[in-house]
């Protein structure tokens, strides 16, 4: 058990519709990143957010956005979802000061 | 920018035999590198990692040494087993000790067979 935690584990939803994950991190890091794994893409980094504020972006859609809020769990939120947008969306949160990152299992989305 | 090129899979192994994902890396600088396994329907973990040129990682018999003239940090296992079947994913992060994402190779699938 890594310490953060993702829900929903399995979403599965229509072209054209939203949704929204959720990521609480291991207690005590400031740092939350979101990766997206897809059979034909590998592992992309989408964004990462740090004590609240944007930090890096990655290959993230103008369809898509996060946000960090004060209590430090983050959110993705995937809009006009497209066929291409099934995949396993990878939250991970980290101590900077060692750049190890510790992953959540993953919310899978299907987009039908 | 920075890139991580690992070996294609899958590579399939008998119990018992020796193991190296060969992994090269791209970055100004000086990054740290990772190695990271995922086991089937589970996220990343952490296996090992190197923050500095000739530095060794190492964890449950896995083994990699950061050799910056070659710009590689290939995984080796001496003894492989039917438990170290998963995916295996290459990573760099551009900043001595890490601090920032990481970028990730594209995995190399290891199948151990009796």
């Known amino acids: 058990d890594s310490g953060v935690t993702q829900t929903p584990k399995h979403l599965i939803t229509a072209t054209g519709q939203r949704v929204t994950l959720r990521c609480s991190p291991r207690?005590?890091?400031?740092?939350v990143y979101w990766y997206q794994q897809s059979l034909d893409q590998g592992l992309q980094f989408l964004i990462q957010?740090?004590?609240?504020?944007?930090?890096a972006k990655g290959n993230i859609l103008e369809r898509f956005s996060a946000q960090q809020f004060p209590d430090l769990h983050s959110e993705l939120n995937l809009s006009s979802l497209e066929l291409g947008d099934s995949a396993l969306y990878f939250c991970?949160?980290?101590?900077?000061?060692?750049?190890?990152?510790?992953f959540g299992e993953g919310s899978r989305l299907t987009v039908l | 920018g920075d890139s991580v090129t690992q070996m294609e899979g899958p590579v399939t192994l008998s119990e018992e035999a020796f193991l190296t994902i060969n992994c090269t890396y791209t970055?100004?600088?000086?990054?740290?590198l990772f190695w990271y396994v995922q086991y089937p329907g589970e996220g990343l973990q952490l296996l090992l990692k190197?923050?500095?040129?000739?530095d060794k990682g190492s964890n449950k018999g896995f083994e990699a040494t950061y050799r910056k003239e070659t710009t590689s940090f290939h995984l080796e296992k001496g003894s492989v087993q039917v438990s170290d079947s998963a995916v295996y994913f290459c990573?760099?992060?551009?900043?001595?000790?890490?601090?920032?994402?990481?970028?990730f190779g594209t995995g190399t699938q290891l199948k151990v067979e009796l």
């Open positions: 990573a760099l992060s551009p900043f001595t000790g890490g601090g920032n994402k990481l970028t």
């Open positions: 991970a949160s980290s101590v900077i000061a060692t750049g190890e990152l510790f």
């Open positions: 970055a100004t600088g000086y990054p740290s």
């Open positions: 207690s005590g890091d400031l740092s």
């Open positions: 957010y740090y004590n609240g504020e944007e930090r």
């Open positions: 190197a923050t500095k040129a000739d």
